[in-house]
């Protein structure tokens, strides 16, 4: 428990036990040294059952629960991870994110200096973008009921685009971009998860990352923003099926224009995936009009993270409901949504 | 699976399988006809990321996870116990609930016909008190690693008070309040999670409900709130010595003038519980100046569930950070925080 950060012990726990979630003197220890140490904004200090805060206009709000296994990753751990993902979710709504509340449910046994970790890289990830941690609880479970530590996270952020961002206005004609190679986050959640050797497979880290930058950079460039949606659960495929239906649209993509890094293509060749179905978790899938798509690609190609971004596919009147997907070798083929999923417990 | 409500089976399957939680068909299908069948919101239904709301004021935020054991209880489920402990952390921020977010983490095997029952008692407790959900995500677990279900929720609301109610405006002199008898969503949970025959022990039934009345009946009084809190975790001692912490004053209790059910009592003392540290799920403790206290005994008593409101103490000067209880017998003893709890996974 030695760490010159941390000048007072946290805990005379190493572990979590039953009484972590109480709501007695250990929990409360619990929440002033660990949680209020880290995130220590004003609303969470007064201590009260929520958090009031002023607002005004129009305000997003997203939910996501995070049970990512491993807990720790290349490139991140399920404490950024639930930033990233919830800041991306609101970005996705038009909207920079401002307020966030956390719940944990912890299972008994789980190591403190661990979740210390994970508590302190949520606040830095939050940090970075300007978010405050507003309210929060935590709950700890029986040894074998849990899984360490599943995060539930909420945003609320204010909308900065001149209208709101949704499927319905997706249009026949419209450009579909990706901001940068996708599938990186799943193939290093998932050889991390199997054990294996980076000297056997390459050097993966996932792309776990805000892309509050890359919203900011495309409204700077005055791009009218149709629809934005992050491919983490299912990937790329997933998303155009999920935008293909609600829109009442054809998508079709160009396979080749799709950007893979060719160590992601070769470990999902290893690991029997197809990487338009693996998850991100710092890229956006970006519908614009196409005479916008060039601006659009120019931007996000000056934004860090996102030199990689490409021009994947166009938006169809043909084929509703559809992906249609082009190989190099001029053959078409539907892109259709997997039964289940290929990768399990990825965010 | 034979039910005339449901016309159509939502599901091919009968249990929860990792596939609902993976992005793909399986996974939009229980989307698409259990959580939107029962929660129908329009936000849900445009299946974005999250949901834009239109604000202006003072917002209230409130987080809680839900992980109670047994998942039915007599007076209720986890789902309508998730809403209500939302609200009434909204009802103690002097707030009026108007949206929620909702995540959940399944365990693989659990019966679907059981989720869909904890989503319905979800979407009823909800629509009574005109909160819309608009927002929602599911994860699924591997078998062993969760506990059939977790629910995450988040609440917003409408501040409806004159002035923001915190424990820092609690004043010596103040009287103390409950809404109604103490104790009983604990026993009701821990002798059915025991097993104990409601013949052997009495009829017992969780107060899990929403205390939104009770806010109205003192406001529409004219009542100078100073601070509401929910006596959940660690009941009627716990919240009183949150508030002493809080906001530096002490707090003398009344033992004898506590409300508690004979039939609570006796089961408190066959399973070994002091009643003031047993869980309520419908019950407020209510700060309020002296001279308002016989018009907010008043309100309260005219609002149904809350007959037996009663005046239980009041916050003095000495003993900051204490509370002190004074017994029939004329003794007096600090009633201290437990160190971790009597009933773990009650909320």
Redo the contacts between chains.
Sequence with gaps: MADASCPVPFSTYERV???H????????RLIDELFLAAFGADPLR??????????????????????VRPLVFPGGDIGSLAVHGTV???V????TPT?M?????LEEGLALERLRAIVGSMAAAAREVGLTI?????????R????GV?I?A???GR?ITPG?????RVRPGDAVLVTGPVGDHGVAVMLEREGLSVDTVGDFVSDAASCLPQLRALLDAGVDLRCL??P???GLA?VLN?IAR?AEVGVHLDDAAVPVRAEVRDACELLGLDPLYVACEGRLVVFVPEPDAPAALAALRATPGSEGAARVGAVTREHAGLVMAASSFGTTRVLD?????QL??IC
Tied chains: 1, 2.
């Design positions: 036990v039953l009484a979630g109480g709501g007695g003197r250990v929990m409360h007064a201590q009260h059952d929520g958090a009031v805060i002023e607002v005004s206009g129009l305000l997003a709000v997203t939910t996501d629960a995070f049970t991306n979710d609101l996705c709504c038009g909207a307020q509340t956390v719940s944990f449910i507003v309210a929060g609880d935590t709950k700890v479970v029986e074998g009921k849990g899984d599943f539930s909420t945003g609320l909308v709101p961002l949704s499927p319905s949606r992050d983490t659960r299912g997933t999920e609600a949504l997997l039964s289940g999923e399990p417990r």
